[in-house]
């Protein structure tokens, strides 16, 4: 079976907080306006949304916090319907909640790991 841990408005703000690095008034927004869509389930379909209204789920996805998947099923002529869902990743949107792989540490990672690359290959070698 699913996750069964709800995600609430709350949780879903401060994800996107801490994830995304906004200020808590359009986390807010961003988290009702997608809450607002799922509604009580923890899928939907793609295409209850609108074209504009996709961005922020691409972006969403982007940050680990929403995930897409489909189904394909066989029309009675043969024919194949897929299906296309977007579903809550509630274990990265718990996470990041937490303040778990925050923006502020992907800089730090990014900032480390730009050290590393800024060593030439030389200078790795053994003498």
């Known amino acids: 079976m699913g ?3 709800i995600v609430t408005l709350e949780v879903f703000t401060k994800a996107i907080v ?12 961003d988290a009702n306006f997608v809450m607002d869509i799922f509604g009580f389930d923890d899928r939907i379909v793609d295409n209850v949304l609108e074209p504009e209204d996709r961005q922020l789920f691409y972006i969403l996805e982007e940050e ?7 189904e394909e099923n066989t029309l009675y002529d043969g024919r194949e319907w897929r299906t296309h869902y977007w579903l809550f990743n ?3 949107i718990f996470r990041y909640a937490e303040g778990g792989n925050s923006k502020k540490e992907k800089k730090e990672e990014d900032s480390l790991e730009a050290i590393y690359e800024s060593i030439s290959e030389d200078a790795w ?3």
């Open 125 to 127: 070698s053994m003498q």
């Open 90 to 92: 509630k274990d990265n």
């Open 3 to 5: 996750d069964s841990r």
């Open 18 to 29: 801490n994830r995304i690095g906004v200020n808590d008034g359009d986390a807010i927004h």
């Open 64 to 70: 680990e916090m929403l995930r897409t998947e489909r």
